[in-house]
């Protein structure tokens, strides 16, 4: 009975042997808010400079989300080190710094929250929602080619036995409850090959709602992964015949949400 119950516990890692790739994740608590030194903290780069300075010297953003995931972590690697991995600090690097945001009521609010100096902060202008056009970190053995290819939706919807899935948030922020910013990544893998799913989701209330997709389906015929972004964006005016309570799904607003920009291509891995 002990071992039944020691088995469903969540894991903090696992992997999986796969036709070649070597598939795992890691997870583990969110980035703490406060420096563990004090006000001063070490020198960028140095041994002894604690998780969150280390985030706040690489990304330079005024302000992180209110949930980092650091330690969060997909990587595939194939049999020749051929390597995919979703990492949140690469996916914040994204974020636009030094660029004039999105102005709406919430904005100023949400920027006074995080800091008593506002008006120094007025000086500072990043994109406060964290949108990020993260498609995934490839190493240099994986070579990319832009295709007309399509990705077979319906072949995805086939029910086969899972041999692998998991979920991870790579970050979250609630906007100062103005809406919801967050990147996650979920895979699942099949007899048929694997899928992967990194999705960027924005809702700002009453404003906008915006999702960036990137899919990856590997079938294990093929010598290459295709992979599909997809960027999709809509003001709320432009959804009024939307039921509300689909704006807090993103599984169910997607459908409703024009494309701005799609694109597909081939990750040849071989």
Not at 11 to 17: F, M
Not at 134 to 148: A, F, H, M, P, S
Not at 176 to 192: A, E, L, T, Y
């Amino acid at each position: 009975m002990e071992d039944e119950i020691v088995s469903c516990l969540p894991k903090n890692s696992e992997s999986i042997d796969f036709q070649g790739w070597n598939i795992s994740y890691e997870k583990s608590h969110i980035l703490k808010s406060v420096c563990a030194n004090g006000k001063e903290c070490c020198p960028e780069n140095s041994p002894t400079c604690c998780e969150l300075c280390t985030y706040r010297y690489a990304l330079e953003l005024p302000h992180l989300p209110d949930m980092v995931f650091h330690k969060n972590r997909l990587t595939l690697i194939y049999s020749n080190g051929a390597q995919l991995e979703f990492k949140p600090m690469d996916a914040l690097n994204l974020v636009e710094n030094g660029k004039q945001p999105l102005q709406v009521a919430c904005a100023e609010e949400w920027q006074e929250s995080r800091s008593g100096h506002l008006l120094e902060e007025k000086f500072k202008p990043f994109d406060w929602t964290f949108s990020t056009t993260y498609q995934g970190t490839l190493n240099d053995k994986i070579r990319v080619e832009e295709t007309d290819l399509k990705l077979d939706i319906f072949k995805l919807m086939q029910k086969e036995r899972i041999l692998f899935y998991h979920e991870l948030t790579l970050f979250e922020d609630e906007l100062h409850d103005n809406g919801i910013s967050s990147c996650s990544v979920k895979i699942r893998v099949m007899p048929s090959g694997f899928f992967v799913l990194l999705r960027y989701f924005l809702r700002v209330d009453n404003v906008m709602l915006k999702i960036n997709d990137t899919r990856f389906h590997y079938e294990i015929e093929k010598d290459f992964i295709l992979k599909e972004y997809t960027a999709r964006e809509a003001k709320y005016d432009e959804l009024k015949t939307v039921p509300p309570a689909l704006f807090t799904m993103p599984h169910e607003i997607e459908k409703y949400l024009p494309i701005k920009t799609k694109k597909t291509f081939k990750l040849y891995f071989k």
